[in-house]
């Protein structure tokens, strides 16, 4: 079955066509992260208007490069939640109006289980039963997929996305947006424990996560240094902060495994790039007998190829909508 998905959820206008739910036969992504990064960050109404001029060009494109005709695609896939409702809906209204103009149906998709379904592809054997841990800009959460439309969430952070921490504390070291890969970058260079920053604990929920309060203490660090006069390491801050991630995952990643007794772990969401994140998982993982999926680089930040995959699924569940889908700003993944 050819799908034509498209995701607009947020700086990246992506179109891909995707045959059976695992091959991908194109995947254009267009960034508009050049112009956010001016402002410090995504300005939704400037991602809609980017949406809207690229929308076309990158559906012409993924059809030429998948090399397939108008004609032989049997579904148009569109993200519909969550992500900016601006942003969402110029892929929902351009998806609505292709699916009407070749007469074929449209397959909603959820943006996170869509980020799930990456792996599908890197791992064609993956099937669920597994336990997935979700980093993203906008969601953290350790999630059990039971099936391949139905899900469990175990744990997830009750203020701040891991990105959103990324990217803030980040921002106020002085990194570009998004500061995430460059944090990353440097803490690679850097010494992990030149810097004590907290970790915190939800009380009552062993599983939940909290990190407003580590990004609050990174800005309260630099904010007394320059008080001080005293000049921060950036590079030593970025290794602290890193460390500190990893541990706090690590803890509540593996207390779900032991818990629950799945053995497998897949990761999905922009964060899964991160490469002390992918290192402390996959050493992690082999200690102790645990199998990981952990998505190749393209398939780790927003692209149309994972919502081809969710939305094979989707279909076979009769999941498809009609012209009155409407964008939903947020939608539990459940
Ligand atoms: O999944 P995604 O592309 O968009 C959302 O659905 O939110 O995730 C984007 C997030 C941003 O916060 C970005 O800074 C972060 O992923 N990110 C990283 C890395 N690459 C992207 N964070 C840490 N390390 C990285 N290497
Ligand atoms: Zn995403």
């Known amino acids: 079955m050819y799908i034509l998905a498209i995701e607009t959820s947020c700086d990246e206008t992506s179109v891909a066509v995707v045959k059976d739910g695992v091959e991908v036969l194109s995947n254009i992504v267009a960034t508009q992260i050049e112009e956010h990064r001016l402002y410090g960050g995504v300005v939704p109404e400037i991602a809609s208007r980017r949406h809207c001029e690229s929308i076309e060009a990158v559906t012409r494109e993924a059809i030429e490069v998948a090399k397939i005709s108008l004609s032989e695609i049997e579904a148009i896939a569109v993200t519909h939640t969550p992500g900016l409702i601006g942003a969402l809906l110029v892929g929902v209204n351009f998806a609505k109006g292709l699916a009407m103009s070749l007469d074929v149906p449209i397959i909603p998709t959820h943006h996170i289980r869509s980020h799930i ?30 099936d391949y439309t139905e899900y469990k969430i175990i744990g997830s952070t009750r203020d701040d996305a891991v ?11 002085g990194y570009q947006y998004p500061a995430g890969v460059e944090i990353d970058k440097n803490a690679q260079l850097g010494d992990k424990t030149a810097y004590k920053l907290p970790r915190p604990k939800v009380d009552g929920s062993e599983f939940d996560m909290s990190f407003s309060g580590l990004k609050t ?13 005293v000049e921060v390491n950036k590079t030593d801050l970025s290794a602290s902060f890193q460390a500190t991630i990893c541990d706090i995952l690590k803890d509540r990643v593996f207390k779900v495994l032991e818990k629950t007794g799945y053995t497998k772990l897949a990761v999905a969401g922009g964060v899964s790039a991160n ?46 909508a009609d012209l009155t889908l409407n964008a939903v700003a947020s939608t539990p993944v459940e």
Request: aromatic content about 8%; proline content about 5%.
């Open 117 to 146: 379904a990456a792996n599908y592809i890197a791992y064609p054997d993956l099937k669920p039963p597994f336990l997935c841990l979700v980093i993203s800009g906008g969601h953290t959460n350790i999630i059990e997929v039971l």
């Open 163 to 173: 990105g959103e921490a990324y990217d803030k504390a980040g921002r106020a070291m």
């Open 275 to 320: 490469s002390g994140i992918r290192a402390m998982l996959e050493q992690e993982c082999d200690n102790r007998g645990v199998q990981l999926f952990i998505p190749p680089l393209c398939y780790c930040g927003d692209n149309a190829a994972m919502v081809g995959a969710q939305a094979y699924h989707e279909f076979k569940q009769g999941n498809i």
């Open 217 to 229: 203490a990174v800005l309260n660090l630099i904010h007394n240094s320059t008080q001080k006069g």
